[in-house]
C-alpha cells in the first residue's frame, strides 16, 4: 500500500497558484469584454496577425486622409465666402462707374466708395482659416496683402505717387490735375499704372503670397491644388480697379480726363469679376472632388474596420459570460483558500 504526503500548506500553494491563474485569466476576459477584442492579438492570431496589423495600417492612412480633407473643406468654404464677398462688391461699383461715366453721381462719391473697397478687399485678402492666411499661396503664416492706407505711407501708396509725380509732374492733389488732357492721362492709365500692379512691383509693394498655390492629398492616389492666392491675375485687377478710381485726382479732373479714368476701372473691374468667378468654379470643383473622395474613402475605411473586427473580434455574449464564469471560480478559490488556512490539528485535539 502506497500513502501520499498531504498537508494544508501544500493544498493552500496549489490554490494560490490557481487564483494567480484566474486572476489572470479574469483580467484578459475584462479587457476582452470592454474592448470587443482578443486580450493578446499575437497569441490568439498567431501567423495571421501581420494581416490585422496591415488593415490597421491602411485603416489609420484613411483617417489621416478623411480628417485632412474635412480641414480642406472648411478652408475651401471660408474661401469661397470671401471670394463671394469680393465679387458681390465689385459687381456693385461697376453699377457705380457705369453711373458716374453717366452723370448719375459725383467724383466724391466714386472715391469715397472705391476707398472703402479697397480697404475690404485687404481685409478679405488677408483672411485667415485655422491660423493659415488663405490667400497667402504657400506662404501660409505670412499676411499677403499691404495696407495702401498704412501709416506711414506704405510702398505700394508711395511708388504710385512717385509714377503719378513722374509722369504729369504733379501730385494727386494738385488742383492743376485740371489741366491734365484725356491723351495723357490714357498714356498714364496703359504704360505707367499696368507696371504698379505686376511684377516686381507687385511683390515689393503690394503682396507677399507665394504664386504656388496650397496641395493636398485628397485620395491615396490623387494630390490637387486646394486654395488661391492673392497673386492672380483677378486680385490685382480688382485692386487696380479700385486704386485709379480712389488716388488719381479724381475729384479734380475735368470731363475727358475723368471718363478716361472711369473707363479704365471699368475695363479692370470686368476682368476682375471673370477671374474671380473662373477661380470660384475651379474652387467648386475641388470641393466637389474633395466631397465624393471623403464619401469614398469612409465606405473604404468602414469595410475595414469589419475585415479587422473578423480578426480580432470577440463574441461580446461568449466574453461576458467567460468574465462572469472566471470570476465565480475566483470568488470559490478565495474561500477554499481561507478556510483550509484555517485548518489546524490543534482544534482537533481534546
Known amino acids: 500500500m502506497k500513502t501520499s504526503f498531504i498537508s494544508n500548506y501544500s493544498l493552500s500553494a496549489t490554490l494560490r497558484n490557481s487564483v494567480a491563474k484566474a486572476r489572470d485569466n479574469l483580467a484578459d476576459a475584462t479587457k476582452e469584454a470592454t474592448t470587443m ?29 478623411i480628417d485632412t480633407n474635412a480641414l480642406v473643406s472648411s478652408r475651401l468654404e471660408v474661401t469661397q ?3 463671394d464677398g469680393l465679387r458681390d462688391t465689385a459687381e456693385k461699383f461697376l453699377a457705380t462707374l457705369i453711373g458716374v ?36 499661396g504657400i506662404n501660409t503664416q505670412q499676411q499677403p496683402m499691404t495696407d495702401y492706407f498704412g501709416t506711414p505711407p506704405s510702398g505700394n501708396k508711395t511708388a504710385l505717387d512717385a509714377a503719378f509725380l513722374a509722369h504729369f509732374t504733379i501730385t494727386q492733389n494738385d488742383p492743376a490735375v485740371a489741366n491734365i488732357t484725356q491723351a495723357a492721362m490714357e498714356d498714364f492709365l496703359q504704360n505707367v499704372l499696368p507696371t504698379q500692379f505686376a511684377d516686381p512691383a507687385w511683390g515689393a509693394n503690394w503682396s507677399s503670397a507665394f504664386d504656388q498655390n496650397m496641395t493636398s492629398r485628397i485620395s491615396l492616389s490623387e494630390v490637387v491644388d486646394v486654395s488661391t492666392n492673392a497673386n492672380t491675375q483677378a486680385m490685382r485687377d480688382l485692386t487696380m480697379a479700385y486704386t485709379l478710381a480712389y488716388d488719381l485726382g479724381t475729384e479734380n479732373l475735368n470731363t475727358n480726363a475723368f471718363r478716361a479714368v472711369v473707363d479704365a476701372s471699368i ?79 490543534l482544534k482537533f485535539m481534546s
Open 267 to 345: 475695363d479692370s473691374i470686368n476682368k476682375a469679376i471673370l477671374g474671380i468667378t473662373a477661380t470660384q468654379a475651379q474652387l467648386g470643383s475641388v470641393e466637389e472632388r474633395v466631397r465624393v473622395s471623403s464619401e469614398r474613402l469612409t465606405i473604404q475605411r468602414d469595410i475595414m474596420i469589419k475585415q479587422i473586427k473578423a480578426f480580432e473580434g470577440v463574441d461580446p455574449y461568449e466574453a461576458n459570460v467567460r468574465v462572469t464564469d472566471l470570476t465565480t471560480q475566483l470568488d470559490t478559490a478565495y474561500a477554499l483558500t481561507v478556510r483550509i488556512q484555517q485548518l489546524n490539528i
Open 81 to 83: 465666402k470671401a471670394l
Open 37 to 65: 477584442r482578443h486580450a493578446d492579438i499575437g497569441l490568439t492570431l498567431g501567423g495571421s496577425t501581420g494581416k490585422t496589423v496591415g488593415l490597421r495600417d491602411q485603416q489609420n492612412r484613411l483617417n489621416g486622409i
Open 101 to 136: 461715366r453717366d452723370g448719375d453721381k459725383g467724383a466724391d462719391a466714386l472715391k469715397s466708395e472705391a476707398k472703402n473697397n479697397l480697404q475690404a478687399t485687404t481685409a478679405a485678402l488677408n483672411s485667415s482659416a485655422s491660423g493659415q492666411f488663405i490667400f497667402a
